[in-house]
């Protein structure tokens, strides 16, 4: 979308903050007016997820006579290959650009690597090992990039990258797993744990594979009451391996810091599905990466995990081809992907039904049950607001257990409430995205709400402690990232919105482990999958030139 064509209004933050820089811009008249235009647009485009807006050769030339910009000096905004950043946002991005391209250019000779290939691998067939290939990309580089749907083998693929990497390096290589959330970290967790079974490494270097996963912010050491992180380049992390999943969902800033910490050998492997959202904050990060470090990235190609069904309809997505996902969940030909019409609520009133029924006989049935009845569904929104946005599902699935007979009024805090943080806080160590569910504690009998904790325990924190927070019946589709659930419904709008987009649908739809049912009119589905919603950033041209310097 044009930049002067958005169909959004700014904030009152984009305005006071463009009309302070123009009234110090030392602009006049019909100068000034567009320069406060173009800052607004950019305070504008940093909150929808971009790292900088691109702009046109006069508003270039006018923006060059500005004080208050430069190429690179110390200004509040700065002018490159026709994109304006503020300082901050530049300087992550230049940094970030320098630092990616000198660690991919990093090659490692191994003698024996294609014997240890074979062996973990077999030997080349005539299909393309895709798996393989990543291997030893990891093996070779620096800089390993697996991107690949859901189910198509990252973590297995790691698991075995880390063994072999153990095997041929030997001594005490020290190797960390991390992911943007709490949510994601303990999936990587379970997956890691469940892969370690079907390994053909010796019995000492399966047990040197590690099986704790944390999340960036605690790998790269939060400091209470204090900004930044322990680990800096000038304090760097001291592991060896550093392995990244659910990278999508990294934006600029926390790449940066985080490859900024990295050891000047360590090797760094991302993890992520390039089709994807790309993270909340700025940046598209792993999508800018895959585009120029062809070298250094491998895209797995084959699914063990979903059937035909859910498979067929997120391709159909990934095209963009609205008609044959109408097709698809209309045809009948795969009964676990389909339209759910009108009267829909019938199916979320159901599930949740069933899920409070154990919340209710937690005593008999136990925590685990609990979270595994509430983990195997979700309500997924493109929205947080109407009827079919976050705040209608979770009014409504209320509405509906007080009509049930369950007591979900009288006390906010009530039993069986799901709750999701939406704030960080680092004393508790809870985190934005993490779930919780309330339940009276078995010793006092107050209410508290529990946590999963990494361990497979749990843990549980008073209500009045938790930091912001809100009912999670229903999530919006950003926050689902790094999440899976067995079954699925998606809701999308009554109305076309900006905000929706192909991979806005595709990621609702391949967090679902076995059935999706999409709530859509056919108008509105076939809007979403043709909208695209490519963000402005200077990544991967500045990853090229890097590139090209070193190569030079």
């Given at each position: 979308m044009?930049?002067?064509?958005?169909e959004?209004q700014?904030?009152l933050?984009?305005?006071?903050?463009?009309?302070?820089?123009?009234?110090?811009?030392?602009?006049n008249?019909?100068?000034?007016?567009?320069f406060?235009?173009l800052?607004?647009?950019?305070?504008?485009d940093m909150?929808g997820?971009?790292?900088?807006?691109p702009?046109?050769p006069?508003?270039?030339?006018l923006?060059?006579?500005?004080?208050?910009?430069?190429?690179?000096d110390?200004?509040p905004?700065?002018l490159?290959?026709?994109?304006?950043?503020?300082?901050?946002?530049?300087?992550?991005?230049?940094?970030?650009?320098?630092?990616?391209?000198r660690?991919?250019?990093?090659s490692?000779?191994?003698?024996?690597?294609?014997e240890l290939?074979d062996?973990?691998f077999?030997?080349d067939?005539?299909e393309?090992?895709?798996?393989?290939?990543?291997?030893?990309?990891a093996?070779?580089?620096?800089l390993?990039?697996?991107?690949?749907g859901p189910?198509?083998g990252?973590?297995?693929?790691?698991?075995?990258?880390i063994?072999?990497?153990?095997?041929?390096?030997?001594g005490?290589?020290?190797i960390?797993?991390?992911?943007?959330?709490?949510?994601?970290?303990?999936?990587?967790?379970e997956?890691i744990?469940?892969?370690?079974?079907g390994?053909?490494f010796?019995?000492?270097?399966i047990?040197?594979?590690p099986?704790?996963?944390?999340t960036?912010?605690?790998?790269l050491?939060?400091q209470r009451n204090?900004p930044?992180f322990?680990?800096?380049?000038?304090?760097?992390?001291?592991?060896d391996?550093?392995v990244?999943d659910e990278a999508s969902m990294?934006?600029?800033?926390?790449?940066s810091?985080?490859?900024?910490a990295l050891?000047?050998?360590?090797?760094l492997i991302?993890?992520?599905?390039?089709?994807?959202?790309?993270?909340v904050?700025?940046?598209?990060?792993l999508a800018?990466?895959?585009?120029s470090?062809?070298?250094?990235?491998?895209?797995?190609q084959?699914?063990?995990?979903?059937?035909?069904?859910i498979?067929?309809?997120?391709?159909?997505i990934?095209?963009?081809?609205?008609?044959?996902?109408?097709?698809l969940?209309?045809?009948g030909e795969?009964d676990?992907?389909?339209?759910?019409?009108n009267p829909?609520?019938?199916?979320?009133?159901e599930?949740?039904?069933?899920?409070?029924e154990?919340?209710?006989?937690?005593?008999?049935?136990?925590?685990n049950?609990?979270?595994?009845?509430?983990?195997?569904?979700r309500?997924?929104c493109?929205?947080?607001?109407g009827?079919?946005?976050?705040?209608?599902?979770n009014?409504s699935?209320?509405?509906h257990?007080?009509?049930?007979g369950?007591?979900?009024?009288s006390?906010?805090?009530?039993?069986?409430r799901?709750?999701?943080v939406?704030?960080?806080?680092y004393s508790l160590?809870?985190?934005?995205g993490?779930?919780?569910?309330?339940l009276?504690?078995?010793?006092d009998g107050?209410?508290?709400?529990?946590?999963?904790?990494g361990?497979?325990g749990?843990?549980?924190c008073?209500?009045y402690r938790i930091?912001?927070?809100?009912?999670?019946?229903?999530?919006?589709?950003h926050?689902?990232?790094?999440?899976?659930f067995?079954?699925v419904?998606v809701?999308?709008?009554?109305?076309?919105?900006?905000?929706?987009?192909?991979?806005?649908?595709y990621?609702?739809?391949?967090?679902?482990?076995?059935?999706?049912q999409i709530?859509?009119?056919?108008?509105?589905?076939?809007y979403a999958?043709q909208?695209?919603?490519?963000?402005s950033?200077?990544l991967?041209?500045?990853l090229?030139?890097?590139?090209?310097?070193r190569r030079?």
């Amino acid at each position: 979308m044009s930049a002067d064509n958005r169909e959004y209004q700014p904030r009152l933050l984009d305005i006071h903050f463009a009309r302070f820089l123009a009234e110090r811009s030392g602009l006049n008249g019909r100068e000034k007016s567009r320069f406060e235009e173009l800052v607004r647009l950019l305070s504008m485009d940093m909150a929808g997820g971009h790292s900088c807006l691109p702009v046109s050769p006069e508003d270039r030339e006018l923006l060059s006579c500005c004080a208050l910009i430069s190429s690179g000096d110390e200004t509040p905004l700065i002018l490159a290959h026709d994109r304006l950043y503020l300082h901050r946002y530049f300087r992550y991005e230049s940094r970030l650009a320098d630092q990616l391209a000198r660690l991919a250019g990093i090659s490692h000779a191994l003698p024996n690597c294609h014997e240890l290939l074979d062996y973990c691998f077999g030997p080349d067939g005539k299909e393309p090992d895709y798996q393989k290939r990543a291997a030893r990309v990891a093996l070779q580089q620096s800089l390993a990039i697996i991107s690949g749907g859901p189910g198509t083998g990252k973590t297995t693929t790691v698991v075995k990258i880390i063994g072999l990497l153990i095997e041929a390096l030997g001594g005490e290589l020290r190797i960390a797993l991390a992911a943007p959330t709490g949510k994601a970290a303990m999936r990587l967790q379970e997956s890691i744990a469940n892969s370690l079974a079907g390994l053909t490494f010796p019995q000492e270097i399966i047990d040197r594979i590690p099986t704790t996963a944390s999340t960036l912010h605690r790998l790269l050491g939060v400091q209470r009451n204090r900004p930044g992180f322990r680990h800096t380049h000038d304090n760097p992390l001291p592991w060896d391996v550093v392995v990244v999943d659910e990278a999508s969902m990294v934006d600029l800033a926390m790449m940066s810091k985080l490859v900024d910490a990295l050891m000047p050998r360590a090797r760094l492997i991302l993890l992520g599905d390039k089709d994807q959202l790309a993270s909340v904050e700025s940046g598209s990060v792993l999508a800018d990466c895959i585009r120029s470090l062809a070298e250094n990235t491998v895209e797995l190609q084959k699914s063990y995990r979903f059937d035909t069904g859910i498979k067929a309809l997120a391709q159909a997505i990934n095209t963009g081809d609205g008609e044959l996902a109408w097709q698809l969940l209309n045809g009948g030909e795969h009964d676990n992907v389909t339209l759910l019409r009108n009267p829909y609520f019938g199916v979320v009133a159901e599930r949740y039904n069933a899920y409070m029924e154990v919340a209710v006989h937690h005593r008999d049935r136990g925590m685990n049950a609990v979270f595994q009845a509430f983990g195997a569904f979700r309500v997924l929104c493109a929205m947080r607001h109407g009827a079919r946005g976050v705040a209608g599902v979770n009014a409504s699935v209320e509405n509906h257990l007080k009509i049930a007979g369950y007591d979900v009024t009288s006390d906010p805090w009530y039993l069986g409430r799901p709750v999701m943080v939406t704030a960080n806080d680092y004393s508790l160590e809870l985190f934005n995205g993490d779930i919780g569910i309330c339940l009276p504690d078995p010793t006092d009998g107050r209410m508290k709400v529990w946590f999963e904790r990494g361990d497979g325990g749990y843990r549980s924190c008073l209500p009045y402690r938790i930091p912001s927070c809100e009912t999670v019946y229903g999530m919006t589709i950003h926050k689902s990232q790094g999440s899976e659930f067995r079954e699925v419904v998606v809701m999308l709008p009554e109305e076309e919105s900006r905000l929706l987009n192909r991979q806005l649908v595709y990621t609702a739809v391949t967090r679902a482990k076995e059935c999706v049912q999409i709530v859509a009119s056919k108008k509105i589905l076939v809007y979403a999958l043709q909208s695209d919603y490519p963000r402005s950033s200077g990544l991967a041209e500045m990853l090229h030139h890097a590139g090209e310097g070193r190569r030079l």
